[in-house]
């Protein structure tokens, strides 16, 4: 028996035996295969494993593979979590690596002050010695003053219930003459109110897009005023500066809300937000709501620092429209950190007393009556 793969040089065509059979490279009269089973299978086991092997080897240079090629990849191996990174916290013993968020609070309370004569009218050119500040009975430093035109985070209410039906066109007008006071970086929306509020132009800085919606409002229904001004003070929690006023503009009292006086004046006095508004009353008002509106709209706006103006001629919207907008932009700002800091989450209660000048009459101060501390 010749040795697998041995080869003889003959005049005629190399043959190669294995196991005593004898295959040609190629013999055109040949049509059954070796008889010699076992030993076939041998090769065809032993081609199939060397082509197995040469693929591996080769399946990283494919260039490109079918959907139907088998892909021999490397076992991944898990790589142990990173460490997260540690931010060192001092503390009186040693320094201590903990992962947490850097919080910084400076406990600073601003409070806008508001000035006026005997005839109503606006006081400037004070200054921080003019003032003194109180929360509760202690005495607070007044750290920073300001009187500055800052820009306005401000929203108009409108009341377009039926009641205003003859007053309509002049409340328009009254929200364009304040428009007239705005600062150019002044944002305002526009809520309009009847059986239910609905806000009908997201912050923008454009004033006549307020006043193109303004066009649509048709008076009809009844009264929500206490729901418009709870969607004012939601819809300021995405305001863009630190200074907030609301402007209501109506005729009379609520009628027709699902939220009460008493969680409304909650509310606003959580929340950061001046609200000044306008009442045009009837003089001779049959309805308990209407008779009681005064007196609803001046205790929501003192609460925050702002004035309620009641008129009884429609022909005056205008002119307290635009005082008001003045005086939103000359207002008197007091900053001052508490003395004592809990963090309890009551009510701190502020009051601003003036200092004024000699000769000066009698002056009236307008500022918010306090504040709620932080709960944590």
Request: net charge neutral; with cysteine; aromatic share 8%.
């Amino acid at each position: 028996m010749a040795r697998l793969d041995d080869r003889r040089h003959s005049s005629h065509r190399m043959a190669r035996v294995r196991s005593g059979c004898l295959v040609l490279p190629w013999d055109p009269t040949r049509t059954q295969p070796c008889k010699n089973h076992s030993t076939t299978n041998w090769l065809r086991l032993w081609f199939s494993l060397t082509v197995f092997v040469l693929a591996c080897l080769n399946v990283s240079a494919v260039g490109q593979t079918g959907v139907n090629d088998v892909h021999v990849l490397p076992r991944e191996v898990d790589k142990p979590p990173e460490a997260p990174k540690a931010e060192l916290v001092s503390s009186a013993t040693a320094l201590t690596p903990k992962v947490r968020s850097l919080k910084v609070d400076v406990d600073l309370v601003l409070v806008p002050v508001t000035i006026t004569d005997p005839m109503n009218r606006l006081v400037t050119g004070l200054d921080k010695a003019n003032f003194q500040l109180f929360e509760g009975n202690s005495s607070q430093e007044i750290r920073t003053f300001s009187a500055e035109d800052a820009p306005v985070s401000l929203g108009v209410i409108f009341d377009s219930s039926g009641s205003m039906a003859s007053k309509m066109e002049r409340a328009k007008d009254a929200v364009i003459e304040f428009f007239k006071t705005a600062n150019p970086q002044d944002e305002f929306f526009m809520i309009t109110f009847n059986d239910e509020p609905e806000a009908v132009s997201d912050f923008t800085n454009s004033v006549d897009e307020i006043q193109n919606k303004l066009v649509f409002a048709v008076p009809r229904h009844r009264t929500a005023l206490l729901d418009a001004i709870y969607m004012g003070i939601s819809k300021m929690r995405h305001a863009k500066y630190a200074k907030k006023a609301l402007l209501i503009i109506s005729d009379g009292g609520d009628n027709h809300s699902r939220y009460t006086e008493g969680e409304i004046k909650s509310l606003v006095k959580e929340a950061d937000v001046m609200i000044y508004a306008i009442g045009i009353y009837d003089r001779y008002a049959s309805a308990m709501e209407e008779r009681l509106g005064p007196q609803l709209l001046s205790d929501i706006t003192e609460l925050t620092g702002g004035r309620a103006f009641t008129i009884d001629n429609p022909n005056d919207l205008g002119d307290v429209a635009t005082k008001i907008g003045v005086e939103l932009r000359n207002q008197y700002v007091l900053g001052y950190r508490p003395n004592k800091v809990v963090r309890d989450g009551k009510w701190r209660k502020i009051k601003v007393k003036l200092l004024p000048p000699k000769g000066l009459p009698p002056l009236r101060v307008y500022a918010r009556t306090g504040y709620y501390a932080p709960a944590e």
